[in-house]
């Protein structure tokens, strides 16, 4: 308890320093996930399309929502990365 305390001028900011590296991979993983389970549902709804499965209107009313929350998901990406170079 007591080596905790004098070290911890040394500790301290080391242990914040993992803590946030911690807290930016989760939230890597997080985005990788997301990106990843969208274009899952893009493949499978063509997929659905080109078995018949689904008419064309409806594939492009789905498809276009999907491209545009990948789009969204993409800028927020490109925003976090312009915010943490700074």
Known sequence: MFLDLLLLPVTGPLGGL????????????????EAENLHKLLLSLQLSYD????SEEEFEIQEEELLLKIQALEEEE????????L
């Not at 993992?18 to 996930?33: C, V």
């Not at 078995?51 to 689904?54: D, E, R, V």
């Open 51 to 54: 078995m018949g499965n689904i």
């Open 18 to 33: 993992i803590w946030i590296g911690e807290k930016i991979q989760e939230r890597a993983d997080i985005e990788y996930d």
């Open 78 to 85: 490109a925003e976090n990365e312009s915010e943490s170079s």
